[in-house]
């Protein structure tokens, strides 16, 4: 077993325990800190596989994170996140954690040492998917039996790790590493490598969408109004596109069904809502391109 960081004592922290809780606050925000550069420092490997993902995606393929514990609780939140904010189908991005479903919400003791179920989930895997695989230490053999069966049907892979030592370091196609440093406690990589994972993960998910054309500028467009602070949202975007009043905006939302990108052309291309809808998929549903046709005449 290779060493793991992680696991180390934080020299910065051995008195938290008789510190002011003030104190002990500031002591955990100066390590929190380190992460965002952390974080940095892997920009180039975080960006190649922004455009793996984006790549497999437009080929149909699907984004399937597998993790245990706080890894795999990690991967479900990101991938739950994708189908409000984006309108994607639940089946593009996945999350699979160590023990089931159940793990979700309760610890499940050996799953994370279980090369056989890691491998026997990875049979959702298909060769146009991109697997990621998250550890901190990089070593469970759960994930060693996913990055297995992924190689088995020659689909993608990316490790995202702390700990540059660890299998996963030396089997995942491409791999990220992002060493945090010594946890607060001891060992408690729900802390520094939770949160390194929780921003790269963030990254990996925005970042194909926006390639794969689900924003518009900055623009939420593809998000799923289905509250009033989403309508609300929903509203205030096509007004600030499509430069009209928040009334108009609001009126051809209710005849566009609350879809943003088909009220946003037909308040700009003066189409109406099914000859939007049929442009857009012309132009594979990206409004920025759709919108280049009208600024080029």
Same mark, same amino acid.
């Given at each position: ?23 002990m606050v500031r002591k955990m925000n100066e390590e929190d800190k380190l992460v965002a550069l952390a974080v940095e420092d892997a920009s180039e490997q975080i960006a190649q596989a922004i455009d793996m993902i984006a790549k497999q995606f437009l080929k ?59 491998? *026997? &989930?990875?049979? +959702? ?5 991109? !697997?990621? $695989? ?8 759960? #994930? ?86 989403? *309508? &609300?949202?929903? +509203? ?5 596109? !499509?430069? $009209? ?8 939302? #209710? ?28 132009h594979g549903g990206v409004l920025r391109k759709l919108l280049a046709t009208k600024q080029a005449v």
């Amino acid at each position: 077993m290779s060493e793991v960081i992680t696991e180390y004592r934080n020299e910065n922290t051995k008195n938290i325990d008789i510190l002011p809780t003030i104190d002990m606050v500031r002591k955990m925000n100066e390590e929190d800190k380190l992460v965002a550069l952390a974080v940095e420092d892997a920009s180039e490997q975080i960006a190649q596989a922004i455009d793996m993902i984006a790549k497999q995606f437009l080929k149909g393929g699907r984004l399937i994170y597998f993790g245990a514990g706080t890894s795999g609780r990690l991967g479900i939140i990101d991938a739950s996140e994708c189908p409000p904010t984006f309108s994607v189908n639940p089946d593009m991005v996945q999350g699979v954690i160590a023990g089931g479903d159940a793990a979700i919400r309760t610890s499940v003791e050996g799953a994370e040492d279980n090369f056989d179920a890691g491998k *026997k &989930d990875a049979e +959702i895997l298909k060769p146009e998917d991109v !697997a990621v $695989v998250i550890s901190a230490s990089g070593n469970p053999k759960y #994930l060693l039996g996913v990055l297995e069966k992924a190689d088995e049907i020659n689909c993608r892979t990316i490790g995202i790790t702390c700990n540059s030592k660890g299998r996963i370091a030396e089997e995942a196609g491409h791999v990220i590493c992002v060493e945090v440093g010594p946890e607060v406690i001891a060992g408690s990589s729900r802390l520094k490598a939770g949160t390194a994972q929780k921003m790269i993960l963030n990254m990996l998910t925005t970042g194909s969408m926006i390639k794969i054309g689900k924003t518009y500028e900055n623009f939420m467009i593809d998000l799923q109004a289905v509250n009033e602070k989403l *309508k &609300d949202r929903a +509203i205030r975007i096509v007004a600030q596109i !499509a430069k $009209v009043s928040h009334s108009d905006a609001l009126s051809t939302l #209710l005849k566009a069904n609350w879809e943003i990108k088909t009220a946003i052309i037909v308040l700009e291309m003066g189409m109406d809502v099914e000859t939007a809808r049929k442009e857009l998929r012309k132009h594979g549903g990206v409004l920025r391109k759709l919108l280049a046709t009208k600024q080029a005449v």
